[in-house]
């Protein structure tokens, strides 16, 4: 995190004192984003995001990432964290991250940091990526069918992981690195990886939903 986005992240922090995480889930997400919303006194332009686990804050250079409570019938989310509260998916990113961090695979991930609490709820701070189902692919279907030809990886009909990704992976990391890559993604357990959860920063193709689902 730079300086100037730590400014910009205690005034969002600050804001976010004046929000009750107490039921929030996805069903409660609203009372928070118009408390935010009317608190927030930093000069940024920033838009909401959801997934099934997690409130994001999408910011010019960054985002904040909430995690949920509770999902929709109003029960608490289980996650797959090994510390902690077991609800907080962001946590289980947070674990990937460091994990990833320990064994020289971090540039395949968007750098994840803890912020702290707010009222007693957990909030995280992510590089902001450019999500592959909104940009699209730099692989042409030619390179595509080539690669898939090609690609030795058996891991990958069980990762389920778009070909058009995996080719930018490869072009961009080399062989070696995209090998380790999948086997490493097989080893640590990282699935759902649907379009919404990978993505690129800059040209650099990266994951940035990586707490999984079902673990
Ligand atoms: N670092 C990021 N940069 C840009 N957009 C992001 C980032 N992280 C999350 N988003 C956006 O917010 C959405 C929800 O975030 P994320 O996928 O982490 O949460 P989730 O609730 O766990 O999702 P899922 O429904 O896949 O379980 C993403 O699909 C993406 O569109
Ligand atoms: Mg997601």
């Given at each position: ?42 000069g ?30 109003d ?75 090609s ?65």
């Amino acid at each position: 995190m730079t300086a100037k986005q730590r400014f910009e992240v205690e005034r969002i922090m600050n804001a976010l004192c004046y929000c009750d995480f107490e039921d929030f889930g996805t069903d409660h997400k609203d009372d928070v984003i118009s408390v935010f919303r009317t608190h927030y006194k930093g000069g940024l332009s920033w838009s909401i995001d959801t997934g099934a686990s997690k409130l994001v804050l999408i910011f010019p250079d960054f985002v904040i990432k909430i995690p949920f409570k509770y999902n929709w019938d109003d029960e608490l989310i289980g996650a797959n964290s090994q510390d902690g509260e077991c609800w907080d998916y962001c946590a289980a990113e947070l674990e990937q991250y460091e994990f990833a961090e320990q064994n020289g695979f971090a540039e395949f991930f968007a750098a994840v940091e803890y912020l702290g609490k707010v009222n007693g709820h957990p909030i995280y701070f992510q590089e902001l990526a450019d999500i592959y189902c909104m940009r699209g692919s730099d692989s042409t279907e030619a390179e595509v069918e080539e690669f898939e030809e090609s690609d030795e990886s058996n891991q990958c009909r069980w990762l389920d992981l778009d070909s058009y990704w995996r080719c930018d992976v490869l072009k961009y990391y080399g062989k070696e690195k995209y090998k380790a890559f999948i086997n490493y993604l097989a080893d640590v357990n990282i699935e759902d990886l649907h379009s919404g959860n990978i993505g690129y920063i800059n040209s650099r193709p990266v994951l940035i939903d990586f707490s999984g689902w079902n673990n």
